[in-house]
């Protein structure tokens, strides 16, 4: 079975300051890919970058960095130059053989200026 | 190119009564999963389908079903509603559903059962 760890319920950053958010994981499966939302009030999910298990770089996508530590089972997003319009809800998710998506209970963020 | 679109956005039902979801995927995926997110479940899987045919099922009374077309839209059904399926419906699109690839997502029907 998989499993995602989200231990911050809640972060608070201030703007252009950056902010990392934590995600650990568990599975059995030898290829398994790691993702980040970003969910504001609207409730879309929001796709923010992308970590395959046999990647060797860790993912960027702009202002967003993924931490990617394997033998530590942790995937942990990073995000610099905070906005106040990243205020959202974050939610890790991992995929593997079964090829749906788990997700954690998530991290609020909130920016303030 | 067009997003995931997820009609309608919001409905409010009766207990008892059943309601259609429907999710239309990025152009050129073929892969579709819904998922249930509420305050006290957070996010749950409920089925992918690809190709027409359903891959994937999560752990959901058979009072939720869904089925894909030809042109990879999808529906979701629930019949009998009951109070605590009252949630935000989301539906993912990807290209071919497997581990390696990115599932972008609609803006999720929310859905009100009184």
């Known amino acids: 079975a998989q499993k995602i760890t989200q231990t911050q319920p809640g972060m608070f950053v201030q703007e252009k300051e950056a902010v990392t958010l934590d995600c650990t994981y568990d599975?059995?499966?030898?290829?398994?890919?790691l993702f980040w939302y970003k969910q504001p009030s609207s409730g879309e999910m929001i796709f923010l970058i992308y970590?395959?298990?046999?990647?060797?770089q860790n993912a960027t996508e702009g202002r967003y960095s993924l931490n990617f530590q394997k033998a530590r089972k942790s995937a942990n997003l990073v995000i610099s130059a905070s906005q106040l319009g990243d205020s959202a809800m974050y939610f890790c998710?991992?995929?593997?053989?079964?090829?749906?998506?788990?997700f954690g209970t998530g991290t609020r963020l909130q920016v303030f200026p | 190119k067009a997003g995931v679109t997820q009609t309608p956005r919001y409905l409010i039902k009766t207990r008892g009564q059943q309601v259609t979801l429907s999710c239309s995927p990025i152009s050129g995926h073929r892969s579709v999963s819904w998922y249930q997110q509420t305050p006290g479940q957070g996010l749950q899987f409920l089925f992918e389908y690809f190709s027409e045919t359903q891959r994937n099922k999560g752990n959901f009374p058979g009072r939720f079903s869904g089925r894909q077309f030809s042109n990879s839209r999808s529906e979701m059904n629930v019949s009998t509603l009951e109070l605590g399926d009252s949630a935000l419906y989301l539906c993912a699109s990807s290209d071919d559903g497997t581990v390696n690839t990115e599932a972008f997502f609609g803006q999720g029907t929310r859905l009100t059962v009184v």
């Open positions: 998710a991992i995929s593997g053989n079964t090829d749906k998506l788990i």
């Open positions: 970590q395959g298990s046999y990647d060797q």
């Open positions: 599975t059995s499966d030898p290829s398994y890919g």
